[in-house]
């Protein structure tokens, strides 16, 4: 079989579209399709079938998926095998993470990693939910995700997910809120409030919906704003009333009560490839660091 068109594939797998797979391949549609086709010819099997206006793989094509992880590993370790010789790792690692645990664990990461010479680190902060995790692996070597507690971790024999903290989350009130002496909060003295929350299907609103289920208090979100600083000044100002992340918040602007009751946190996790830092040097190098910079704020996440 040929690693090439693998590789066509694998990018296929992880997109989910001929014309995305294109796109990082740096080729046309027609060319992609061409090399799915070839080596379907090459293995005598069914690969993809019509799906709508797309294609999906068949479960021979989903099986040759996961071989093909182990012949491109293969590859990767032949090509990074001088690495491991090395004494220090080299190399760029590309990291993906959201921005709320870029504000806490980028600025000491990238200290450690420029402490470490040959060494580089390509960041980008991703605003991400966890089903679009499996898709970001295409692009980066490590991604840096969070879910609420409650929810199933991504599930693929595909990826590793490695728990980085179990990071609280806190009831954040406006300076003057009635409820400003209390130590803690009851979601049911909550239940007039008006809510502000991110969009659907982000973690933290994951956590305000399964509060909602345990309790049977349903809070009333009046805004949907997935930047937490802007959350922040909203409520300072008394236009409502927020679920936070501990670690984030900026406590100069507003007061935050752990919730009465009830666990209220959200996982923070990265994620690989499977054998990655055994592979490469310098992704083990930048996972260790992440751990680092996590361990500083309190307890893995589950």
Known sequence: MDVGKLRTLREFADRGSVSEAAK????????????????????????????????RLTDAGSALVSRADDVLAAIDRAETELDTFRSTPRGCVRLAVFP????????????????????????RDVDMTPPEVPGLMADFDVVVMHRDEYAQPVASERLEVLPLLREPLDVALPPDHPLAGADRVE????????????D???????LLVSLATRTGVRPRVVQRINDFRI??????????????????????????????????????????????PDRRPAVRAVLDAIRDEAAQFGEPGA
């Open 100 to 123: 709320s645990a870029a504000l806490v664990l980028l600025p000491g990461l990238l200290r450690q990693v420029d402490a470490v010479d040959g060494l580089e680190l390509d960041v």
């Open 200 to 206: 659907v299907g982000f973690p933290v609103d994951d």
């Open 24 to 55: 990082a391949l740096s080729c046309t549609p027609s060319a992609v399709s061409q090399q799915l086709r070839a080596l379907q010819a090459e293995v005598g099997l069914v690969l993809t079938e019509p799906d709508g206006r797309g294609l």
């Open 231 to 276: 959350i922040e000044s909203l409520v300072a100002a008394g236009h409502g009333i927020a679920l936070l992340p501990r670690y984030t918040v900026d406590t100069a602007k507003v007061l935050c009560k752990p919730l009465a009751g009830v666990r209220a946190a959200r996982n923070i996790e990265a994620v690989i490839r499977p054998g990655a």
């Open 187 to 198: 979601l049911a003295d909550l239940a007039a409030e008006p809510w502000i929350s991110v």
